[in-house]
């Protein structure tokens, strides 16, 4: 199967959550930026406060993930199952 029937059948199945924009090189080096933010927080609090620190590392991942769909030009809506196509 190529990638651009696996990216169809990727959006088909959130189309609910997945808004299609034009590729955004600067939303994703944003994302990106916050997403070493982040990170930093994780680190900072690992041992002090290691709920925090997941929060924070969650939190990285989550950004990492838009940074990555912005580039290829998508969004995702805050809504139920955007964790699932973020993640897929």
Do not use: C, Y
């Not at 190529?2 to 939303?27: G, N």
């Amino acid at each position: 199967m190529s990638s651009t029937s696996e990216r169809a059948k990727w959006l088909d199945h959130h189309r609910e959550v997945v808004r299609e924009i034009r590729p955004d090189p600067a939303d994703a080096d944003a994302k990106l930026r916050l997403a070493q933010r982040n990170l930093e927080r994780a680190r900072t609090n690992a041992e002090g406060d290691p709920d925090l620190a997941l929060v924070a590392a969650e939190s990285a991942l989550v950004n990492v993930a838009d940074a990555v769909l912005a580039t290829d030009g998508f969004r995702l809506r805050g809504k139920t199952g955007s964790d699932e196509a973020r993640f897929s």
